[in-house]
Every structure is written in C-alpha cells, then in structure tokens.
Antibody, heavy 118, light 109 residues
Framework: EVQLLESGGGLVQPGGSLRLSCAASGFTFSNYGMSWVRQAPGKGLEWVSAISGSGGSTYHAASVRGRFTISKDISKNTLYLQMNSLRAEDTAIYYC???????????WGQGTLVTVSS | QSALTQPRSVSGSPGQSVTISCTGTSSDVGGYDYVSWYQQHPGKAPKLMIYDVSQRPSGVPDRFSGSKSGNTASLTISGLQAGDEADYYCCSYAGNPRVFGGGTKLTVL
C-alpha cells in the first residue's frame, strides 16, 4: 500500500525558512517522480515543484523559483521541500504527491500546514 | 503559466449527469493528452479520478468519464450521487510545469 506522510509544517515569520519532508512507502521510490502541490486557505490547488525518479531533474513554479528547492533522498525514501524567503502568500497546506507516470498525481499525502505570519 | 479555466460551480439532482469543463491553451490542454481530474472533499486530500484525458484508475466508478476537444477537456459524472458533492480540479501537463484549474464546486441538489 502506497503511503505518503508529510511533516515539517508550522508557523514561520516572513523571510524565514522551513523544510518539509515526505516519507514514502509502498513503492519503488527511485522509479517515480514526485511533486509538491499546495492549497492556500479556501483556495484551489497550485502545483509547486516536481522531481524526477532519480532526482536528477527538478522543476519549480515561477512563483517559488529561486526560493524553494525540491530534493529527494532515495536511501531514506524521503522527499523534501526547502523553502526560503517565505512570504505571507506561501501560507497553505502543502501536499506531497506521487506521479503516476504521465504528469498525474495518483497518490497524495494528508498535507502539512505552513503559516507565514509575524 | 496561467491556471486552466473551470466554472466556479455546477449542480445536478441525484441520478442526473453533469459535465465540468476545463479550458486551457495549445501549450497545455491542447498540446498534450495528459489531462487529469481530481475530486476533493472538504478537509481531505485530493483523489485522482481520471488521467490521460479519459483513463480511470482502478476503483473509480465508470460513472466518471473524461474527454477532450481542442483546448478544452471535460469531466462527466453520470448517475449523480450525494457522495459526488465535492470540489473538482483539472490538471494538465504543460511542458515541465503542471497547471491546475481553479476548481469547480459540484452541488448535488
């Protein structure tokens, strides 16, 4: 059974940093791309970042490029999102999602809440 | 990359059919057969309902179907049930980014 468990969310001041983690199990982690998708309170879904199965290729939305970095540790079956220079508009639930092979998200974690506020 | 355009809300009575549209451009919806649809109930994570325009994951009822014409994809739900009331999001591959629609709230009357 595929399981994705996010952690690392919390309250951070504007300009601060946070690292999210997503522990994956139930599939061969190195064979599948992964993404982070966020949802601001009361708003829709927004794709944030993606990484290839091997971790060799990464992609970021324009809204976070240069501030967020996606990575994965295959030995630990864990996905990360390093978030720097956080802004109020980054406040959202952050979901990690397994990619099914053609840019679809076939499994999702339960999400972790990031709140950027002073 | 702009968000895909979905109607804010749709509604239907139990047993009826509804269709949710998702309009993009030739750089996303129209350029690839990689459109997916997600169902999200309040307080829950999204669930994949359709991928590759019209494919259903195992476990998703065949009441859910997808199609595409040009730059517009559609999700049709037939035989509406109370449990179908939720938010629905489309998503398309757009080169390396992926882009979501703004979401549609389905109300079952």
């Amino acid at each position: 059974e595929v399981q994705l468990l996010e952690s690392g969310g919390g309250l951070v001041q504007p300009g601060g940093s946070l690292r999210l983690s997503c522990a994956a199990s139930g599939f061969t982690f190195s064979n599948y791309g992964m993404s982070w998708v966020r949802q601001a309170p009361g708003k829709g879904l927004e794709w944030v970042s993606a990484i290839s199965g091997s971790g060799g290729s990464t992609y970021h939305a324009a809204s976070v490029r240069g501030r967020f970095t996606i990575s994965k540790d295959i030995s630990k079956n864990t996905l990360y999102l390093q978030m720097n220079s956080l802004r109020a508009e980054d406040t959202a639930i952050y979901y990690c999602a397994k990619e099914g092979g053609t840019a679809n998200f076939d499994y999702w974690g339960q999400g972790t809440l990031v709140t950027v506020s002073s | 990359q702009s968000a895909l355009t979905q109607p804010r809300s749709v509604s239907g009575s139990p047993g009826q059919s509804v269709t949710i549209s998702c309009t993009g451009t030739s750089s996303d919806v129209g350029g690839y057969d990689y459109v997916s649809w997600y169902q999200q109930h309040p307080g829950k994570a999204p669930k994949l309902m359709i991928y590759d325009v019209s494919q259903r994951p195992s476990g998703v009822p065949d009441r859910f179907s997808g199609s595409k014409s040009g730059n517009t994809a559609s999700l049709t739900i037939s035989g509406l049930q109370a449990g179908d009331e939720a938010d629905y999001y489309c998503c398309s591959y757009a080169g390396n980014p992926r882009v979501f629609g703004g979401g549609t709230k389905l109300t079952v009357l």
